[in-house]
């Protein structure tokens, strides 16, 4: 299946397994993703191999970024009629706290859908949705 294929499969039944089988890093994250209320929300599991300060310990920032940059992508490929994955242009991050080696959930909103570009603003966290760990703002190239 190729990911055009994965993802027209994944908007017409509502399950992106396949669409995450077919990313390698997306597998390498062991990503799922579930329909929430106000979009795709993006599950991280918990694993020893992302910890990178282990005196804390806390998930190395490049993994929460990454998260950060899935959400947006996810978020934006399920809202739009895209057909594929968008190139990101800029990406910001604002570190908030710790990130402890647990379950970690990330969102995206799309605050802007142009023709060519689009803006997405994501925010990580784990226990309490209201305690973020991680926030970041994203431009997109859609074309």
């Given at each position: 299946m190729t990911l055009v294929e994965a993802i027209a499969e994944a908007k017409q039944k509502g399950d992106f397994a396949d669409f995450v089988s077919i990313i390698p890093?997306?597998?390498?994250?062991g990503l799922k993703l579930r329909?929430?209320?106000d979009g795709l929300l993006c599950i991280m599991p918990?694993?020893?191999?992302?910890?990178g300060n282990p005196m804390l310990p806390a998930i190395h920032g490049g993994v929460i970024g990454a998260l950060l940059e899935v959400a947006a992508q996810?978020?934006?490929i399920w809202q739009s009629e895209a057909a594929h994955?968008?190139?990101t242009?800029?990406?910001t991050i604002d570190y908030l706290r710790s990130a402890k080696p647990v379950e970690t959930y990330a969102?995206?909103?799309?605050?802007r859908h142009g023709r060519r570009v689009a803006n997405v603003r994501v925010e990580a966290w784990q226990d309490d949705r209201s305690r973020p760990v991680a926030a970041a703002h994203l431009h997109f190239l859609l074309t």
């Amino acid at each position: 299946m190729t990911l055009v294929e994965a993802i027209a499969e994944a908007k017409q039944k509502g399950d992106f397994a396949d669409f995450v089988s077919i990313i390698p890093y997306f597998r390498f994250l062991g990503l799922k993703l579930r329909p929430g209320d106000d979009g795709l929300l993006c599950i991280m599991p918990a694993d020893q191999k992302f910890i990178g300060n282990p005196m804390l310990p806390a998930i190395h920032g490049g993994v929460i970024g990454a998260l950060l940059e899935v959400a947006a992508q996810v978020q934006l490929i399920w809202q739009s009629e895209a057909a594929h994955v968008p190139k990101t242009i800029t990406a910001t991050i604002d570190y908030l706290r710790s990130a402890k080696p647990v379950e970690t959930y990330a969102q995206g909103i799309v605050t802007r859908h142009g023709r060519r570009v689009a803006n997405v603003r994501v925010e990580a966290w784990q226990d309490d949705r209201s305690r973020p760990v991680a926030a970041a703002h994203l431009h997109f190239l859609l074309t």
